[in-house]
């Protein structure tokens, strides 16, 4: 158990379906993150959101929605979206670089495997 | 040029034997540097983290770091089978909250 816990676990969807990923992190941090994992692809960041920015990868298509109502809780709303879109979502969560650490070290959850029909 | 590059394929090594991970980079200003392990279906746990130049050991477990050649690598000593796993690279380039992975290496230990 890391601390940062994700639900639902696996999710199966329709293209015309609404759905969110939740993740809440109980580590004190003030960062948190979304990421892609593929097969035989890197970690793929897709959103970040801390005390300093929020980051967008540009290449994320707006598809993918996120929202982070406090330091703790972060979504992730999906709607309409594509069979390639099918893959491993994970949220991490870390201090944030105004912390005046230099570590920044990463924990993930155990992530939500998504499968789009 | 990547960002992070880890290029060896799978890495088969007997039990006992010690695997050899590499990875290079290419922020020369990045600072903070760590090995995540992900097992098959599972998400990424932290093994290692390196911040300076030199080697960190930690159990069976020695991270080296050159900073004037932009390489990290991962040793793993007295290979257990347990340590069948994917081994991810990442790199925190300056100035940023994000981490930036290699494709990661998959090792497997032969009993």
């Known amino acids: 158990e890391t601390g940062v816990t994700q639900t639902p676990r696996h999710l199966v969807m329709g293209m015309t379906n609404k759905k969110s990923l939740k993740c809440e992190q109980h580590?004190?941090?003030?960062?948190m993150y979304w990421y892609k994992q593929s097969a035989k692809k890197p970690l793929e960041l897709m959103f970040v959101?801390?005390?300093?920015?929020?980051?967008e990868n540009n290449s994320v298509p707006s598809r993918f929605s996120p929202e982070c109502p406090n330091s703790s809780h972060l979504f992730l709303h999906l709607h309409t979206l594509q069979p390639e879109d099918s893959a491993l979502y994970l949220c991490a969560s870390s201090q944030s670089l105004s912390r005046g650490t230099s570590q920044n070290i990463q924990y993930f959850g155990a992530g939500t495997r998504l499968s789009v029909l | 040029q990547k960002e992070v590059e880890q290029n060896s394929g799978p890495l088969s090594v007997p039990e006992g034997a010690i695997a050899s991970l590499n990875c290079t980079y290419s922020d020369r200003g990045s600072q903070s540097f760590f090995w995540y392990r992900q097992y098959s279906g599972k998400s990424p746990e932290l093994i290692m983290s390196?911040?300076?130049?030199g080697d960190k050991e930690d159990g069976r477990f020695t991270a080296q770091l050159n900073k004037a050649s932009q390489y990290v690598s991962l040793l793993i000593r007295d290979s257990q089978p347990s340590d069948s796993a994917t081994y991810l690279c990442?790199?925190?380039?300056?100035?940023?909250?994000?981490?930036?992975f290699g494709k990661g290496n998959q090792v497997v230990v032969i009993p």
């Open positions: 959101y801390s005390l300093e920015e929020r980051v």
């Open positions: 580590l004190g941090h003030n960062a």
């Open positions: 990442a790199v925190r380039p300056y100035g940023n909250n994000r981490l930036a």
């Open positions: 390196i911040y300076s130049n």
